[in-house]
């Protein structure tokens, strides 16, 4: 009897055992929801993006708000994807919360940057006005309803850029005006094509003429000491 007991119990562990583990050994992929130890397709309006899951439903797909739009429609593997309608924007990051965008007009001012899904606008007071960082929080002449940025002129802007170090190629040979030649002309320390090419002949004429001195002073030694010679011999000579 015992034994009978024992058997008993064995065939219901077993077959308890063997109702559990395709239950436990089941898993799904994205897009699918374990039901009868059968994934099964999710319906329309819900989701799964997970890999070998054994869930039992699928999610929910996200509707959109009033001050929402559907960038991207939900489908069995990915959830919607969301954005902030046109005049409102989200600058929270993956957390959507659409806030209106600043109405320039409203408050007399003009877009010097439109309002855009991950940012607000900003204002300027004159149209002609470009937007500059505002390094450090300094003081703005013209403030913008940003205190990241001030408001500019264009013809300052400009002129701060023309203002700038010369390019390379300003720096050019030809576009170096030369000297006149005249005293005024080279204080500097410029001298003329001109100049050099005098200061050039002039050494060349100075140093022949000093060569041909030389040359004149050694001949007349020679010549004075032939001289000397000759005489010499004229005076000894017993004739």
Known sequence: MATLRKSHVSIYALTLFMTILP?????????????ANVCQKCPEGRFMDEFNHNHSACKPCTQANEDEVEEQRCNATHNSVLICKKGTFNS?????????CTPCEAKSMHDAKECQNTSDA???PEPEMVLEANNGGSYCSHPSNDKNYCCVLRAIVA??????????EDLSIEKIPRSTGTLSGTKSGAVSDDENSSSTLDVGAINGIASLVV?????????VVVFKQNNKRRYYCPC
């Open 92 to 100: 929270n990051g993956p957390i959507l919360l659409c806030q209106p």
């Open 122 to 124: 900003i204002c300027c």
């Open 159 to 168: 002129t701060n850029k023309d203002v700038s170090e010369p390019k390379p």
């Open 215 to 223: 040359v004149v002073i050694i001949i007349i030694i020679a010549l």
């Open 23 to 35: 239950v436990c050994l089941a898993v799904c992929q994205p897009g699918q929801f374990l039901s």
